[in-house]
């Protein structure tokens, strides 16, 4: 299949943006062999190094990062989880570690590192044992087992929750099987139990409460919404080409159902990238920029959503094939959707947006 070839016997790229067509081509061909489970997701990891994606961490041109996640989660949205979790793994090194640690890191990368953040506590949650040079407890929820080498791993909790970057190759501590979602598959996700890993002082990144400061831990899911709207819009590419191919196109109605959804996908496309940009501006009021990021997370899941019930609706019960390429799609994109907090973002946007006079315009004005 296409995603086998090496990069440079790949036809040429035909369109112009941050991933290149024939990039994003090679990583939606191999989509479906990832969810079987034959892993051939470090080939897909391959083809986003090759492409110069994994030295970026968004910092430098943000809106282009936001287009490249928009892209591969259009392309592979599996993969594109790993992409995501690795530019702001990449990001939080470069602006919380020392300069010999971000030097490290970049030599890593060059190797073929591929870093991750893995942030969800299992039933023991991560911290140091008695000895203080080991770490105890579990991760769950943790994308790329087997694939990212190095993760930033919380440490403790609460305001003084600490940051180490641990080597994560050793398979031994690894449970894929606690994975049981009906969507992304391809992750690899699952449990790491970190109990006897030795973590020292060339580990830790940054200091005890760095990785809740804002703007950049909240104020990054614009990372979250890129990756959910470019899943949106390669769902209604796909359905629309299924739909093409059937002779079924020209309905008014799949034109009017399927160009709604994609009418919302451009606006949120949108708003993300202004929330990238936002988020590098030192001129903007962090609150504001948490705030459109949190509206571009949250208005880019009611999207997804919505596109997902009209592609159900356009396709109809081919859909739910078990071989669908659009019903894969979008279990994957339906998973990915529920992160978590939901309720309490929205508070927390509207709190500053609409808790004292002429704070709507926000990030635009």
């Not at 287009?67 to 995501?84: D, H, I, T």
């Not at 940051?163 to 979602?181: C, E, G, R, Y």
């Not at 894969?328 to 006079?357: H, I, K, N, S």
Request: glycine residues 10%; charged residues 25%; hydrophobic residues 45%.
């Amino acid at each position: 299949m296409t995603a086998s070839r090496p990069l440079a016997e790949l036809p040429p790229s035909t369109t112009a943006g941050p991933v290149p067509s024939d990039v994003a081509e090679a990583l939606r061909a191999a989509a479906a062999e990832e969810e079987r489970g034959a892993r051939p997701i470090g080939r897909s990891i391959d083809l986003l190094r090759q492409a110069d994606l994994l030295t970026d961490d968004g910092a430098t041109d943000p809106a282009r990062t936001a287009r490249a996640l928009m892209q591969v989660g259009a392309a592979n949205l599996g993969v594109g989880r790993l992409f995501e979790g690795h530019v702001n793994a990449l990001h939080l090194v470069r602006l919380y570690g020392t300069k010999v640690q971000e030097a490290q890191v970049d030599r890593q990368i060059a190797k073929g590192a591929l870093l991750g953040v893995w942030g969800a506590d299992g039933a023991a949650p991560v911290t140091l044992d008695a000895t203080g040079q080991h770490l105890q407890g579990g991760k769950c929820y943790a994308s790329g087992l087997g694939t990212v080498t190095h993760a930033l791993v919380t440490v403790d909790s609460g305001p003084e929750v600490r940051l180490a970057l641990v080597d994560v190759t050793d398979a031994a501590p690894a449970d894929p099987s606690a994975w049981d979602m009906q969507g992304m598959r391809a992750t690899a996700s699952g449990s790491f139990d970190f109990t006897g890993l030795p973590v020292d002082r060339n580990e830790w990144i940054g200091n005890p409460g760095d990785y809740l400061k804002e703007p950049h831990f909240v104020g990054g899911v614009w990372r979250i919404a890129a990756l959910q709207v470019g899943a949106t819009a390669g769902l209604l590419d796909r359905a629309a080409t299924e739909l093409r191919a059937a002779g079924r196109m020209e309905a008014e109605a799949q034109k009017s159902r399927l160009m709604d959804a994609l009418m919302r996908a451009w606006a949120g496309m949108a708003l993300t990238e202004r929330a990238a940009e936002a988020a590098a501006d030192r001129h903007i009021a962090p609150d504001d920029i948490v705030a459109t990021s949190i509206a571009a997370r949250l208005f880019t899941e009611e999207i997804g959503l919505d596109a997902i019930r009209a592609v159900e609706q356009s396709i109809g019960l081919r859909h739910f094939e078990a071989g669908s390429e659009t019903g894969r799609m979008a279990r994957d994109l339906a998973v990915y959707l529920r992160q978590a907090a939901r309720d309490a973002f929205l508070q927390r946007a509207a709190q500053t947006a609409l808790g004292e006079d002429g704070r709507i315009w926000g990030v635009f004005g």
